[in-house]
């Protein structure tokens, strides 16, 4: 189970690394401001998820680096596909909304099993910091609901 963990987490870490990454490019995709803060405001947010993985990793003495999250690379490259297929404007923006929470529901689903998988293994302080970032990680995904309400409405708009 402890391994479990441990592999848990380094796909985590594998997967904000690689949203760290891809969030500038993204944000700077996006013609609505607001989503455009969010975004920007996600990537800051992310920067901190990867020091908490890393605090995580020195609790229990793995290094997390090493793997590749391939679910979150796929995920990834589907919202590159969004910039090939779509022109800057307001449909764009719906399509990277889909996109990002796409990619906030795959964290929501490692970051709560992880945290179970801690819990279990009364490793309580590893528990409450995976907890945080599943909270921060809900808070975007919400966010992104609240934005999308008038970017589709807007895109429907215009055709
Ligand atoms: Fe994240």
Known sequence: ????????????????????????????????????????????????????????????????TGKTCVGMKGVLEEGSEVLEDTDKGVVRDAALISACQRVEHYEMAGYGSAREFAKLLGQTEVAALLDETLSEEKNADKKLSAISKQVNAEAKRQG
């Open 1 to 64: 189970m402890q391994e479990l963990l441990i592999d848990e987490l380094k796909d985590l870490y594998s997967a904000e690394k690689q949203i760290v990454r891809a969030l500038p490019k993204i944000a700077k995709a996006a013609s609505s401001p607001e989503l455009q803060e969010a975004l920007l405001g996600h990537l800051e947010e992310t920067k901190g998820q990867v020091v908490r993985l890393e605090k995580i990793g020195e609790i229990v003495g793995k290094k997390l």
